[in-house]
């Protein structure tokens, strides 16, 4: 059980472009997703936290024009990398968790991204 | 300060070993606490959580002290499989606050 997909795995685009990537709890209705990026030998770093049907909430430093979150169901939550550039090259990862704040996250598989 | 500080790697030990993996958290109101294991470019996968009573998983026990915020993993009996890099995770109020990880080497 609790099994998150990540669609796409890998990305590869020219600057400008637009990148949305789905985040999808496939067994069990996650009342709350989180966006991780996670550079090269680095640590994994939360980028927002988002509840179905309201608005996500960033942390500081992340930009909510530049990395949006749509969570519209219990099972759906969507990033979109607008307008990317070579900087926001990195490794993408979702993850849900249902019920009370304390209990496990689980992971989605990543979404590399590459901006050429 | 970090808030989640763990042991430097790499660790390279031989199969059959015994490895012990410390970790200590700077926010004294952390609520729990987890061990994840992340492969070479792949998502961090749930190990075990870690509670003050201790928690043991076959050759994987957990440990937490909460007077000194410290957590343990050791790992018995250590086999190929193992090699990857160990995360210990503390949550905040929620939040998800990860260490960088400590990479595991088990040779033949």
């Known amino acids: 059980g609790a099994v998150v997909s990540q669609h796409p795995s890998r990305v590869i685009c020219k600057s400008g472009t637009s990148v949305k990537i789905e985040c999808r709890s496939l067994d069990f209705q996650a009342t709350t997703m989180f966006w991780y990026r996670q550079f090269p030998k680095q640590s994994l770093m939360l980028m927002a936290t988002?509840?179905?049907?309201?608005?996500?909430?960033?942390e500081q430093g992340v930009e909510k024009d530049k990395f949006l979150i749509n969570h519209a169901s219990l099972t759906l939550s969507t990033l979109t990398v607008t307008s990317a550039h070579p900087e926001d090259s990195s490794f993408y990862i979702c993850?849900?968790?249902?019920?009370?704040?304390?209990?496990?996250?689980?992971f989605g598989d990543g979404t590399r991204l590459s901006i050429l | 300060r970090k808030e989640v500080e763990q042991d430097p790697g790499p660790f390279n030990v031989p199969e059959g070993a015994t490895v012990a993996f410390n970790c200590t958290y700077s926010?004294?109101?952390?609520?729990?606490f987890f061990w994840y294991r992340q492969d070479c470019r792949k998502e961090p996968k749930l190990l075990m959580s870690v509670y003050s009573s201790g928690n043991e998983d076959g050759r994987f026990t957990a440990q937490l002290n909460r007077a000194s915020q410290y957590i343990s993993l050791l790992i018995r009996d250590s086999k190929l499989s193992d090699s990857a890099t160990y995360l210990c995770v503390v949550n905040q109020g929620g939040k998800l606050i990860f260490g960088q990880g400590t990479e595991l080497s088990v040779k033949p």
């Open positions: 926010n004294s109101a952390s609520q729990s």
């Open positions: 993850s849900a968790q249902t019920g009370d704040f304390d209990q496990p996250q689980h």
């Open positions: 988002s509840n179905e049907g309201s608005k996500a909430t960033y």
